[in-house]
């Protein structure tokens, strides 16, 4: 069964310092994974998926197959970063169906 | 389009009814999918249509629950005779798949039920 697990239900950062959010999964195949984040009063949103290997808002996320870990990480962070992130996964198509998410945590940047 | 609407936003209602959710995906989007989140959890993968086929459905959905896309454009979640640990965010997302482009699902912003 496929399971993503994200033991940090509360973080926070103090602003400027490095942010790192971490995610493990496990699944028996070749998945795709993300991450989501949730601002105060806004809906769930796209924030970066692995295989754009991009860097969203200064966030970057590595997967790491051997350790099956996809760790989110910005290295300053700012206190528009406060926000629920949950880190998510899909297959076995390697399409966009069926995401199976962790249960979040939520970060919150102090001044 | 200002994307994925829901509604209601929030439903009470008590145990023994059924209730009934709408979700309007985004234009021209072929994929719709439902999820439910209880507090403290991340969102749970319900059913999902493409167009208007049911393709798959998790075994969270009982058979007290059922969905429908007829005209593979809004969706509508119903749930008979409303248990107490039916309470829940009920999400809906959409997305465009097989156009090329990577696909990305496009959350609306839920319809909060509780059952008293």
């Known amino acids: 069964a496929q399971r993503v697990t994200q033991p940090e239900k509360l973080l926070s950062v103090f602003k400027g310092a490095p942010v790192e959010l971490k995610c493990n999964y496990s699944?028996?195949?070749?998945?795709?994974l993300f991450w989501y984040v949730q601002y105060s009063r806004q809906r769930l949103q796209l924030l970066l998926r692995?295989?754009s290997r991009e860097s969203i808002k200064g966030f970057t996320a590595d997967l790491n197959k051997g350790e099956t870990s996809f760790h989110l990480k910005k290295p300053f962070a700012q206190e528009e970063d406060s926000a629920m992130y949950y880190c998510?996964?899909?297959?076995?198509?390697?399409?966009?169906?069926?995401?199976?998410f962790g249960t979040g945590t939520r970060l919150t940047i102090i001044p | 389009d200002t994307g994925v609407s829901q509604d209601p936003r929030h439903k009470i209602t008590k145990r023994g009814q059924n209730v009934t959710f709408r979700c309007d995906p985004i234009?021209?989007?072929?994929?719709l999918y439902w999820y439910r989140q209880t507090l403290g959890q991340g969102p749970e993968f319900l059913t999902y249509f493409q167009n208007e086929a049911q393709l798959e459905k998790s075994r969270l959905l009982s058979n007290r629950f059922s969905a429908e896309r007829p005209k593979g454009s809004f969706s509508t979640l119903e749930i008979q005779r409303t248990e107490q640990g039916d309470s829940a965010m009920y999400l809906c997302?959409?997305?465009?798949?097989?156009?090329?482009?990577?696909?990305?699902?496009?959350f609306g912003p839920g319809t909060r039920l509780l059952v008293l």
């Open positions: 699944y028996s195949g070749s998945p795709e």
């Open positions: 998510a996964l899909s297959g076995p198509n390697f399409g966009n169906e069926k995401l199976t």
């Open positions: 997302a959409s997305s465009l798949a097989g156009g090329g482009t990577e696909e990305t699902q496009y």
């Open positions: 234009s021209e989007h072929n994929r």
């Open positions: 692995h295989i």
